[in-house]
């Protein structure tokens, strides 16, 4: 028998590296890239300054009344002793500050800076995730269809919406469309889903246990692979 030693034409080549790749490379033959809530954010947008994260819990309270006392003194109509009793107090707060080493115009003119700093950390995603087949576990949250007439639902990192705390904020938000929801008794159910993850942002009410929300979510996954692994909230 004669062994067939030529060398490997470009095709044959290019078919025999895709082969390799393809069994070699997580995601690609089928098998899903495993990742954590804490990848899901854009890591870059989280680091930035934040003279406000410096405040003890006493300072933001004083500069917060600050504001507030600053806002009475432009409303009008207001008489001469109101006034007066208003401006000793905002005295009284400005000095406390400036005791503590704190420049309150300083600080009140980077409020929107930083309010546009948080805003981008909150919602920024994590590029190197968008289009990537991915399993993720978390807590669902059943949710009306959509306009398309997919079913829906929402994962999260944790149960928080069921003890009536806010959403998480949309970048640790992902929304599933799917052809049906898995029965689950309830919202917050453990559960694990596979899918293809895009960085989508979408907005939108939803019921959970006895009170509305708003979910703003800045990933989506389509999915018909959602296992539940746990039990609902009652």
């Not at 069994?23 to 495993?34: D, F, I, L, S, W």
């Not at 309830?186 to 293809?196: L, Q, T």
């Not at 907005?203 to 039990?231: A, F, K, N, Q, Y």
Request: hydrophobic share 40%; proline share 9%; aromatic share 6%.
């Amino acid at each position: 028998m004669q062994i067939d030693v030529r060398p490997m034409t470009k095709f044959a080549f290019f078919a025999a590296t895709v082969a390799f790749v393809t069994a070699a490379a997580p995601g690609v033959a089928g098998e899903p890239t495993p990742i954590e809530w804490s990848q899901l954010p854009d890591k870059s947008a989280q680091e930035f300054e934040d003279p406000y994260r410096d405040l003890a819990p006493q300072q933001m309270s004083d500069l917060m009344s600050l504001v507030r006392l600053r806002e009475q003194l432009e409303t009008e109509g207001l008489t001469l002793d109101e006034r007066g009793k208003i401006e000793a107090r905002t005295a009284e707060f400005e000095a406390a500050m400036a005791a503590d080493g704190i420049d309150v115009e300083w600080l009140l003119s980077q409020r929107w800076v930083v309010a546009d700093r948080r805003r981008q950390a909150a919602v920024a995603t994590n590029a190197a995730l968008d289009g990537q087949y991915v399993e993720i576990a978390g807590f669902l949250i059943p949710a009306p269809p959509a306009d398309s007439g997919e079913q829906t639902a929402y994962l999260l990192p944790d149960r928080g919406v069921c003890n009536h705390l806010p959403p998480p904020p949309p970048n640790q938000l992902v929304r599933l469309l799917m052809k049906e929801v898995p029965e689950t008794g309830g919202s917050c159910v453990p559960a694990a889903v596979r899918g293809k993850l895009r960085a989508e942002e979408t907005r939108h009410e939803v019921v959970v246990i006895d009170h509305s929300l708003p979910m703003w979510s800045g990933w989506m996954i389509e999915t018909d692979d959602v296992r539940v692994v746990g039990h609902s909230v009652p």
